[in-house]
């Protein structure tokens, strides 16, 4: 992970998804972010989760990284009701001039299976295309990754194609990917806030 470019930093804006905090992750997360990445579904499906440092090394690192927000970058912790994180949102490759950006997420087991994922990833959409008046958000996830995509697919992001081993992920393997996205023009699936 790269120094941020703190001339280009943004203040965070924390967001309220039902009874969940989408929040700025601190150092005080660092334990719940490590055990996050020994999980075998963080470490497969993200850069995050693998690579030649180890979980513990890599938290405090993440965290500086996600905390610091730029014109290109948003990240919130997802917070469960006591404030375990649970899981992660941002947006990134944010290209104002474009009108294009990504989003990229991942869940706990604690937080999957609830509705909590669809619900932030729409969040993070609204805020991406109302507050930062983007046009395009793109997400991608390796095909073998079917969660992802229904996720993608309940929060209105279409199925544009297939991207051939365009990405090495925590497994150290290139996976081929699918690509979706959402324009700002198009219709809005309602997402009901978790409980």
């Not at 944010?94 to 729409?122: C, K, N």
């Not at 507050?131 to 996830?141: A, N």
């Not at 925590?170 to 219709?187: K, M, S, V, W």
């Amino acid at each position: 992970m790269t120094e941020p470019d703190l001339t280009d930093a943004v203040a965070p804006v924390p967001l309220q998804v039902g009874p969940y905090r989408l929040d700025v992750p601190a150092a005080s997360d660092t334990a719940d972010v490590v055990a996050a990445f020994h999980d075998p579904d963080v470490a497969t499906w993200n850069p995050a989760g693998g690579g030649e440092i180890t979980a513990e090394e890599r938290a405090p690192l993440w965290i500086a990284d996600r905390a610091t927000w730029t014109s290109q970058h948003a990240s919130w912790v997802v917070r469960d009701h006591d404030g375990t994180v649970i899981g992660q949102v941002s947006l990134h490759h944010l290209d104002h001039e474009s009108g294009t950006g990504e989003v990229g997420y991942w869940l706990t087991p604690r937080g999957r299976g609830r509705g909590i994922g669809t619900a932030v990833l729409d969040a993070a959409t609204t805020y991406a295309l109302d507050t930062l008046g983007l046009f395009r958000i793109e997400l991608f996830h390796a095909v073998e990754n079917e969660a992802s995509c229904r996720m993608a697919l309940r929060c209105g992001y279409a199925l544009e194609g297939t991207t051939r081993q365009s990405y090495r992920y925590g497994d150290g393997l290139r996976h081929d990917e699918h690509l979706h996205a959402i324009l700002a023009t198009d219709p809005r699936p309602e997402v009901r806030p978790p409980a």
